[in-house]
């Protein structure tokens, strides 16, 4: 079965120091790969995919992630945090098993907590 | 362009209580999510509709919930009776295309979510 994990419960940063939030992913083929945030009360706002092609892929809000694909992994990254981002991440990865008719659905992780402090 | 509306926001009932939650995609998607968000939890999909057809009801407890998108546009999800499990948030989201190769590459783009506290 398809999935993805994020190992970190939350992830505490100074402002300005950079940001890693872990994802690992497990599929079958290629992976369809995708990070969302969460702010308190609102939906998931879409961040950033990686479909094919470079490994680096750029995002909203500065954000960027990198896939590896022999680490199986697509951390997200951030040069330089801002107390605004605080908040909840999430990574997802289409359903490609299942992609058939349905249109494969998101599989997500648990989330994790960024926290930037002043 | 307008985002994924829903409505309303929040909502707390008793159990046993019935539910109604709307879902207004964004223009001319023709593929509509329902999920489930439980505290502390990623987001589970219920359901998934292709123009006005269902495509993937499989995690949906058809035993209390419905969903319906009669004219291909909004839906509605209900869920009937209630119980104390179901509290969580309920996300819609959409997507531009229905199945095809390339659309797996398709962004889903997420509505605010309603809120339900089951009492």
């Known amino acids: 079965a398809q999935s993805v994990a994020q190992p970190e419960d939350q992830v505490n940063v100074a402002e300005g120091n950079p940001l890693t939030v872990k994802c690992t992913y497990s599929?079958?083929?290629?992976?369809?790969l995708f990070w969302y945030v969460q702010y308190p009360n609102r939906g998931l706002q879409f961040l950033l995919k990686y479909i094919t092609g470079d490994n680096l892929v750029k995002g909203s809000y500065g954000f960027e992630a990198e896939f590896n694909k022999s680490q199986t992994s697509f951390h997200l990254k951030k040069p330089s945090a801002l107390v605004s981002d605080s908040a909840l991440y999430f990574c997802?990865?289409?359903?490609?098993?299942?992609?058939?008719?349905?249109?494969?659905?998101?599989?997500f992780g648990k989330g994790t907590k960024l926290s930037v402090k002043p | 362009e307008a985002g994924v509306a829903q409505s309303p926001r929040y909502k707390i009932i008793e159990k046993r209580q019935s539910v109604a939650f709307w879902c207004n995609p964004i223009s001319g998607h023709a593929t509509l999510y329902w999920y489930q968000q439980i505290l502390g939890q990623g987001p589970k999909l219920l359901i998934q509709?292709?123009?006005?057809?269902?495509?993937?009801d499989s995690q949906l407890p058809k035993d209390r919930f419905s969903a319906e998108r009669l004219k291909g546009v909004d839906s509605t999800l209900k869920i009937q009776p209630a119980k104390l499990e179901d509290s969580a948030v309920y996300l819609c989201?959409?997507?531009?295309?229905?199945?095809?190769?390339?659309?797996?590459?398709?962004?889903?783009?997420f509505g605010p979510g309603t809120r339900l506290t089951v009492l």
């Open positions: 599929v079958s083929g290629n992976p369809y």
């Open positions: 509709f292709q123009n006005n057809g269902v495509v993937d």
């Open positions: 989201a959409s997507s531009l295309r229905v199945y095809s190769g390339g659309a797996a590459a398709d962004t889903q783009y």
């Open positions: 997802a990865v289409r359903d490609m098993e299942n992609y058939g008719g349905s249109q494969g659905n998101l599989i």
